[in-house]
């Protein structure tokens, strides 16, 4: 509803959702492109990187190739929240980023990990930081998919929300009269001696 009270129209909407995933999709390309830079710079600079920054080096240089292109669907008419399956792998994928950066760099941890004894405390945050909004960007995109996949299948023409009956084409409604399954008589058919 808008201020005077009036119900937002459908195209209303969905531009609402096209922008909040663009939004989104924007700062998941520059927190992957941030960590890609910061953690590439590690493990070319130093022998003792670790498994951690490793794995978070892969998830955000894929992901920071998949938004490239990614980014532009929101501005795609046909686009209906199709990428909803890699928001939900790359959002368990950004987690455990999260998870080990937290577990490396948090406190005064960071100059024992990732690599151990550089210190950087700075640089490593900076990575931890941005997979935080990498992890919460990726969580909303899911949510705004959902709603726009979701918006589009109730208000597609001819899907099983809309039609009574079983969702096939030309079906006849189903009733709740008795045998109307089995293929029995029912009662007044029965006392007419009729069956259909």
Known sequence: MDSAGR???PDTVQRLLRTWLWINDALILASSTIVTGILARFIRRYHEHGTHA???????VIT??????????????????YL???????SYLWLTNLIFSSQDYSGHRCHYYSPAYVGHCRLKHTV???NIIGFTSL??????????WYRYRDSAPGTAGNRVGNGEKGSAPLTSA?????????APEAANGTRV
Do not use: C, D, H, W
């Not at 190739?65 to 669907?73: C, D, G, K, R, S």
């Not at 969580?139 to 726009?148: H, K, P, R």
């Not at 008795?178 to 029912?186: E, I, K, L, M, V």
């Open 7 to 9: 119900r937002r129209g």
């Open 178 to 186: 008795p045998g109307a399954t089995t293929g029995a008589s029912t």
């Open 54 to 60: 490793i794995f978070q080096e892969v998830i955000a």
């Open 84 to 90: 909803l399956p890699l928001n939900l792998a790359l």
């Open 139 to 148: 969580l909303s995109n899911v949510v705004a998919e959902s709603v726009m």
């Open 64 to 81: 920071l190739f998949l938004y490239i292109v990614a980014i532009f669907a929101p501005a795609l008419k046909v686009y209906r929240g």
């Open 128 to 130: 931890q930081a941005f």
